[in-house]
C-alpha cells in the first residue's frame, strides 16, 4: 500500500518569507514523488517530481523538494514567497507495486502582504 | 503546455437528472482519467482508461459510468444524479501509463445536485 500525509491543510506565510510545506509518504517500495499546484478554479498542474537520481529537485516558480529516504519525506520549499504563489498544493505518491497516484489532501498556501 | 477541457466548468441539476460530464483532450494521450476532490479530502481515483474500448474503475465505488470510443474523449455518465454526488470532478491525462508519467488535469466541473 502507499499513501501520503499532508501536514497542514492551511500554511500562512508573508511575503517575501520561506514557504515550507510538509509532505511525508508511506510506500514499500522505492516511491515516485510529485508535488501538483492548483491555483483557484483550475485544474492541477505539476510543479516537480522525483523519480530517480539526485535527491534535490528543481521545479518551476523558484519551488524545490528533497526527497529524505530516512525521514520518509519529501517537503515542498520556496525561499521567497511571491503573492502569486497563493493557491492549494498536493503531494502524491506512486510505486511499482501500486500502479496508480495516490494524492494528498492537499495544502493551502496564503500568502500575506 | 497540456490542452484538456472539462464541460461544464459548474452545474447546477435537480436529482434524479441523467448527466455527462465532458472531458477532452488534444494530446493524444493514451491514459485518461477522473478524479473526485472534495474540500479537505485527497482526490480519489473513480475511472481510469489505458485507451480506446478500455475502461477501470478506480478505488473510490462511484455510481458513475465512463466510456472511451475516442482517444480524445472521456464523457463520465451519472443516470441519475443525487445530493450525495455533489462534488468537483476533475479529468486528466497522461502520454503513457508510467507511474512516473506526469498527468495533466482539466479545470473541472463543479457538479451540485440539490
Known amino acids: 500500500a502507499q499513501s501520503v500525509t499532508q501536514l497542514g491543510s492551511h500554511v500562512s506565510v508573508s511575503e517575501g518569507a520561506l514557504v515550507l510545506l510538509r509532505c511525508n509518504y508511506s510506500?514499500?517500495?522505492?516511491?515516485?514523488l510529485f508535488w501538483y499546484v492548483q491555483y483557484p478554479n483550475q485544474g492541477l498542474q505539476l510543479l516537480l517530481k522525483?523519480?530517480?537520481?539526485?535527491?534535490l529537485v528543481k521545479g518551476i516558480n523558484g519551488f524545490e523538494a528533497e526527497f529524505k529516504k530516512s525521514e520518509t519525506s519529501f517537503h515542498l520549499t520556496k525561499p521567497s514567497a511571491h503573492m502569486s504563489d497563493a493557491a492549494e498544493y498536493f503531494c502524491?505518491?506512486?510505486?511499482?507495486?501500486?500502479?496508480?497516484?495516490?494524492f494528498g489532501t492537499g495544502t493551502k498556501l496564503q500568502v500575506i502582504p | 503546455e497540456a490542452d484538456i477541457y472539462q464541460t461544464p466548468r459548474y452545474l447546477v441539476i435537480g436529482t434524479g437528472k441523467k448527466i455527462t460530464l465532458e472531458c477532452s483532450q488534444t494530446?493524444?494521450?493514451?491514459?485518461m482519467y477522473w478524479y473526485q476532490q472534495d474540500p479537505g479530502m485527497e482526490l480519489h481515483l473513480i475511472h481510469y482508461?489505458?485507451?480506446?474500448?478500455?475502461?477501470e474503475k478506480g478505488d473510490l465505488s462511484s455510481e458513475s459510468t465512463v466510456s472511451r470510443i475516442r482517444t480524445e474523449h472521456f464523457p463520465l455518465t451519472l443516470e441519475s444524479a443525487r445530493p450525495s454526488h455533489t462534488s468537483q470532478y476533475l479529468c486528466?491525462?497522461?502520454?503513457?501509463?508510467?507511474?512516473?508519467?506526469?498527468?495533466?488535469f482539466g479545470p473541472g466541473t463543479r457538479l451540485t445536485v440539490l
Open positions: 486528466a491525462s497522461s502520454e503513457g501509463g508510467g507511474i512516473t508519467d506526469t498527468q495533466y
Open positions: 510506500s514499500s517500495v522505492p516511491p515516485y
Open positions: 522525483y523519480t530517480t537520481g539526485a535527491t
Open positions: 502524491a505518491v506512486s510505486s511499482g507495486g501500486y500502479q496508480k497516484v495516490t
Open positions: 494530446m493524444g494521450h493514451d491514459k
Open positions: 482508461s489505458y485507451g480506446v474500448n478500455s475502461t
